[in-house]
């Protein structure tokens, strides 16, 4: 495995992996790599003849309160698991060359991004959409690999893809877990011990919600069961709890097999964890 540090290079070495007629299978990260990251990268090891993860903590994605500054990375860790899993490139480039003196551009997907997390994070989804344009010219893949754990991002990027017929296509990847039900986050490396039952709270409504939707299609009745569930936690503060349609991310006035629940909590005020999951399951 090498780490590509320039978008030149990468670009070059994209280009000459195409002139092959060998197929590019994409996996944008911002490192702390766990066995989320892990999956999608095996994923796609799998299904293309090349593999470029990407790790790039990009700035314009984070609001000015964010954790930008405490996001953990350690390159030699990352470096080792992507190479025990078969990835080919490790592409992770400078600030300074990603966003030199002057950078002017902005992607904004209109709609999907305004709500649940772009609500709570202004401006996070158009430092996500730029900088993933930016990825996809520089490594050119022929597919890239999205966890659901981000749902809605996974939405976004779906729409701009779609809109801007970029010639990729996007696969989302079922949201890896802890035994526990916690689902895997670099974010958790900043839960105490102490925090854990708290940040429990997130996949245990889940469940129970997802028992309720089999008796009921009551969307106030599940959502009111998964608030008091969450606030029974002193160290939990619901940033936003709502039943969407899995496409639109519209609220769904019923649940049907198309409904999602997505959350976000903050535990401690200070570490904000999101997760979701389909409410029919069979
Ligand atoms: P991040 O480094 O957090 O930006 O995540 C990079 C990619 O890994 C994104 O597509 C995430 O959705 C995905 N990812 C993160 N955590 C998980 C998880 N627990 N299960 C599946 N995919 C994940």
């Not at 197929?23 to 999956?39: R, S």
């Not at 996070?124 to 930016?134: E, N, S």
């Not at 925090?195 to 299609?217: G, H, N, V």
Request: aromatic share 6%.
């Amino acid at each position: 495995m090498k780490t590509i540090t320039t978008p030149e290079e990468i670009q070059r070495i994209a280009n000459g992996i195409r002139r092959e007629g060998k197929t590019i299978g994409l996996v944008p990260t911002m490192g702390w790599f766990h066995d989320g990251h892990l999956a999608l990268m095996r994923k796609a090891r799998e299904m293309a003849d090349c593999v470029i993860t990407t790790l790039f903590i990009s700035p314009i994605q984070f609001g000015e309160n964010e954790d930008l500054d405490q996001y953990p990375h350690d390159l030699e860790r990352d470096q080792a698991l992507a190479k025990e899993v078969g990835v080919d490139y490790l592409y992770a480039p400078e600030k300074s060359r990603m966003y030199p003196e002057g950078f002017a551009s902005n992607v904004h997907v209109s709609g999907l991004s305004k709500g649940l997390c772009g609500a709570s994070r202004p401006g996070h989804f158009d430092g996500v959409a730029t900088v993933l344009v930016k990825l996809f010219n520089q490594t050119l893949p022929h597919f890239a690999i999205f966890g659901e754990k981000d749902f809605q991002q996974l939405a976004v990027i779906n729409k701009m893809v779609d809109d801007l017929n970029f010639p990729i296509a996007i696969i989302g990847h079922p949201i890896v877990r802890e035994k526990s039900g916690l689902a895997m986050s670099s974010r958790n490396t900043y839960l105490q011990e102490s925090e854990m039952e708290a940040a429990l709270s997130l996949s245990r409504a889940i469940s129970a919600s997802q028992k309720l939707a089999a008796k009921t299609k009551d969307v106030r009745e599940i959502l009111s069961l998964i608030k008091e569930k969450i606030i029974s936690y002193k160290e939990c503060r619901i940033d936003y709890v709502e039943i969407v349609d899995s496409v639109s991310l519209e609220p769904c006035l019923e649940v049907n097999s198309s409904a999602r629940l997505l959350l976000a909590v903050f535990i401690n005020n200070r570490i904000r964890l999101i997760d979701n999951a389909q409410l029919l399951t069979n």
